[in-house]
């Protein structure tokens, strides 16, 4: 990562108040022991207090003082370049906080038009509702504005710098806008003075200086004025409902409900998160002002690579991209949050080395799922709730929900941008235009398109032709307003209709991810519950015929087109940890006995008050995360219960965020309670899991060796190098014991040359050591032996047994071979065959054992010790 070469492996870490810098350096020895050459930041700039993400970003300007400050960050730098380690910035160039901390936008909610900042953000300030005209919405009250005011909720205060609006424990600006209706209240000779200050502080406003400056102003302007007279200014008003009520009117800034952004809203939200709001990043000067100090840090070497968070969310990421990279240069290291579906690739133009890497976690978890096993669960899913409809018409109807009843008003921001760039006029049926947009963006295969010129590339207009014929096959009666839809992706002529044209997909494409990402993975994925395996972001049930053959291809088109992907198995956004994932992927190895296992368990414990399909994924969750040791804690059953009410509540089938059924969910965490201190359960989940546990074992190892010797950057998600069967975040977000971890790598590293090494590995396999073991081994080979893995061809290799995945990775005259168990015992006749020209002689890396070969490769010589193979020749 020096010049443009990417890492050799990255260790993605969740920075916050309570992982700090400090707590970051003392983890580097261990991390580089273990063979990480990056360390993968989640963000670092200052953020909502409190923030334990980093995404909710109030100041790019600086480092979150939560975490450390730029002197440490300094230190930092100095012990990884000792190390020859780099590090991997996390950024997020869509949306920024809409919190008091954030003083852009707070800045343009006081000053309105004369803010520096009034085009920062992504906001219709012609919004056609008298009361949002010339104002930014914002949705944080628990009921009306005039509900709020009559109870006396809102106040105006006099804090120890200026006049403010507090709700509860928001604050929120007084707007100069309101200014003339303070001096028209302020008739008493005593209140004179403040007539002068509001005079003073409106024609500094009236500027455009800086905020900085402003900030300087108001400072100095207030510190002349007499408290106790504003004060006592602020307590008439705020008892006074009438005048509080005409006060806020005159604000830059409409308070209302929160649930009113669900039916309509005038800037775009992050989803549908009102809390965090969108920059306009596709503005030169917006990209300029936002990248300043992370530009500086990557000048000071402080940071020596990227990764762009929800790439989506841009207008139009191509063109982002390309500023990013001129601003960079070719040398930096650069990737983007990307989920690619079946078969999607990464556009071709983007200057990108790659995605963070969702796609390599969807066909590796294939791979290590039996594909007939899988079919026979799905079969008696279906036969368990025959009335629950077909995955795919799951999720057509959730991504209507999300769009209908929680971005009610980015539809209807659609449908009238649409008429104002003229590409609908009166003869269009208003309503049959709605449901066309409605139903592009429910049928839209992907989630998103990037029409940046026209004509558009074939691959875009095969898409669009697969979406209009499910949109027709759906929907007959709409067909003009079907038609003109269509007719918006055809080139025409007309240069100032071609741009309209281009203006609206761009919009539309910055709400298709949204709907498809929460109707999809924030709901479909709580509903469908056939093999929770797959319900996983940059995966999907719906893929079905996954084959070793499609493995190859796929890792053999990565090789060819994105070497430098990250290749992550775990993820602070995955549903469920690697290693619980792999548990219910054996459940595919095992139908038969899963289907007996849980009618026995239905049986015993009916789950009263609850729908047999939450039944089933609490039973599911249960195998997922169950303690490896099978000690069940107190804790462990409070992680189970919250991690349940946020899957009930994300389905929104009997309860949700936005209407929580707390009867209903007082059934779920009673039912969980039950089942966790009953003795007989647990003994049948121990039995049951131990069971599992053999095979899940075996191809979580082996999912870890492909993870680091496949085309693509093995990402290690922060304490993953042990077992990870967490549940969802925040609950993938808890502390990581390094401690434990360094003691127990330290033992590894002590042990590895005494013969009884390997069974020691196995007897305290509970503990994760084999994990541990295969992530140390790989992930230094492949340090040192760098060039091979980015730029070396990958060679799927034949084997005569279909339960075995052999692939070289072949770099000049350099060799190795890797060779994974899928499941079951290998029979002693398994062979991989070897291309002419292979070599005879190879070193397993594992044992340090020397093996010959002539055109094949006896496996169980290969897992005499160790059931992985990693083979090196040129050594």
């Not at 209507?400 to 003229?422: S, T």
């Not at 235009?433 to 592009?440: G, M, T, W």
């Not at 060819?560 to 549903?575: C, E, G, I």
């Amino acid at each position: 990562m020096k010049s443009n070469n990417p890492p050799s492996s990255t260790y993605r870490l969740q920075l916050h108040g309570g992982f700090t810098f400090t707590d970051l350096k003392d983890i580097l020895d261990y991390l580089d022991k273990l063979g990480i050459s990056t360390v993968y930041a989640s963000p670092i700039f200052t953020a909502a207090p409190g923030s334990m993400h980093g995404y909710d970003v109030t100041d790019p300007h600086m480092i979150n003082p939560a975490i450390g400050t730029i002197e440490q960050l300094r230190e930092i730098k100095k012990i990884l370049q000792q190390r020859d380690m780099n590090w991997l910035q996390d950024i997020v160039p869509n949306h920024m906080a809409f919190h008091l901390s954030n003083h852009r936008l707070y800045d343009v909610m006081e000053r309105g038009p004369l803010s520096p900042y009034y085009k920062y953000f992504d906001i219709d300030w012609q919004h056609p509702s008298p009361d949002l005209a010339g104002k930014l919405m914002t949705p944080f009250l628990g009921k009306s504005l005039e509900a709020c005011i009559e109870a006396g909720e809102i106040k105006l205060v006099y804090t120890d710098k200026e006049l403010e609006i507090t709700y509860f424990e928001q604050t929120f600006p007084l707007s100069i806008s309101a200014y003339e209706v303070l001096q028209s209240l302020l008739k008493d000779s005593d209140a004179l003075p403040v007539l002068g200050l509001f005079d003073n502080l409106y024609q500094q406003a009236t500027k455009g200086i800086a905020l900085k400056d402003w900030t300087q102003v108001k400072q100095e302007l207030y510190g002349t004025a007499n408290r106790s007279v504003l004060e006592g200014i602020a307590t008439r008003i705020s008892n006074d409902k009438e005048v509080m009520l005409q006060l806020m009117q005159q604000q830059y800034y409409l308070l209302c409900s929160w649930q009113e952004a669900d039916q309509r809203i005038n800037y775009r939200r992050f989803f549908t998160v009102n809390e965090l709001i969108t920059l306009s990043m596709e503005s030169q000067a917006v990209f300029d002002e936002y990248h300043t100090f992370l530009h500086s840090l990557y000048r000071e070497e402080l940071i020596q690579g990227l990764r762009i968070d929800h790439i989506d969310g841009l207008r139009d990421p191509a063109t982002y991209i390309q500023r990013l990279r001129m601003l960079f240069g070719s040398n930096c290291y650069i990737i983007a949050e990307k989920i690619l579906e079946h078969a999607e690739s990464l556009p071709a133009d983007w200057a990108l080395q790659g995605t963070s890497g969702y796609e390599f976690l969807a066909f590796t978890n294939h791979l290590l799922t039996s594909n007939s096993g899988e079919k026979q669960l799905t079969d008696w899913y279906q036969e368990l709730l025959p009335e629950l409809p077909a995955y795919q018409d799951i999720v057509y109807e959730k991504k209507r929900l999300i769009l209908e009843r929680y971005m009610g008003g980015e539809w209807e921001n659609l449908i009238r941008y649409c008429y104002a760039l003229k590409l609908a006029d009166a003869r269009t049926d208003r309503e049959q235009l709605k449901e066309a947009i409605a139903l592009f963006i429910i049928c839209l295969p992907i989630y998103r398109l990037y029409p940046g010129q026209f004509p558009i590339d074939d691959y875009s207009r095969e898409i669009i032709q697969t979406t209009f014929a499910r949109i027709r096959a759906m929907n007959r009666h709409a067909e003009t307003e079907i038609g003109l839809l269509e007719a918006l992706w055809e080139d025409i002529p007309d240069a100032e209709r071609a741009r309209n044209r281009l203006l609206f997909l761009q919009r539309l494409m910055q709400f298709t991810g949204p709907v498809t990402a929460k109707g999809v993975e924030d709901t479909t994925f709580y509903v469908y519950n056939a093999l929770l395996a797959h319900n996983e972001v940059g995966d999907s049930p719906a893929t079905s015929d996954f084959s070793i053959d499609t493995f190859h291809q796929r890792l053999t088109a990565r090789q060819q087109h994105t070497p430098a992907s990250l290749n992550t198995t775990s993820t602070h956004d995955t549903k469920r940890g690697e290693d619980g994932r792999m548990r219910l992927n054996m459940l595919s190895l095992h139908p038969s006995q899963w289907k007996e296992q849980l009618t026995q368990w239905r049986e015993q414990f009916p789950g009263s008050g609850l729908t047999l399909n939450d039944e089933y994924f609490i039973y599911q969750s249960v195998i997922a995360g169950f303690p490896i040791d099978g000690v069940v804690n107190p804790e462990y059953i409070e992680r189970l219960q919250q991690y349940l009410i946020k899957a009930l509540r994300e389905a929104k089938v009997n309860t949700a965020w936005s209407a929580p059924e707390e009867t209903y969910e007082q059934h779920a965490t009673n039912f969980v309670q039950q089942l966790l201190t009953d003795e007989h359960f647990l003994s049948s989940v121990r039995s049951f899991v131990d069971t599992i546990d053999q095979q899940a074992i075996t191809a979580t190892l082996a999912q870890v060796l492909i993870k680091i010797t496949a085309p693509g950057i093995p990402d290690i998600y922060q304490g993953c190098e042990l077992w990870d069967h967490s549940y969802v975040d925040p609950d993938n977000r808890r502390p990581v014991n390094y401690t434990l971890r360094q003691q127990y790598l330290d033992d590894i590293i002590a042990r590895e040359q005494q013969s009884d090494f390997f069974r020691y590995l196995s007897e305290n396999r509970q503990l994760g050591l084999e994990k541990l073991f295969v992530t140390w081994k790989a992930l230094n080979f492949r340090r040192s032996h760098a060039e091979i893995f980015l730029d070396g061809d990958y060679l799927p290799l034949q084997t005569n047994n279909a339960h075995i995945v052999a692939y070289a990775r072949v770099y000049r005259q350099e060799w190795v071979i890797v060779i994974v168990p899928l499941s079951g015992e290998v029979p002693t006749d398994t062979t991989v065959l070897l291309p002419a020209g292979a070599p005879g002689r190879w070193k397993n890396i594992f044992t340090g054992e020397m093996m010959d070969s002539s055109g094949q490769i006896k496996v169980s010589e290969v897992f005499g010790k160790f059931r992985l193979g990693l083979l090196n020749a040129g050594f």
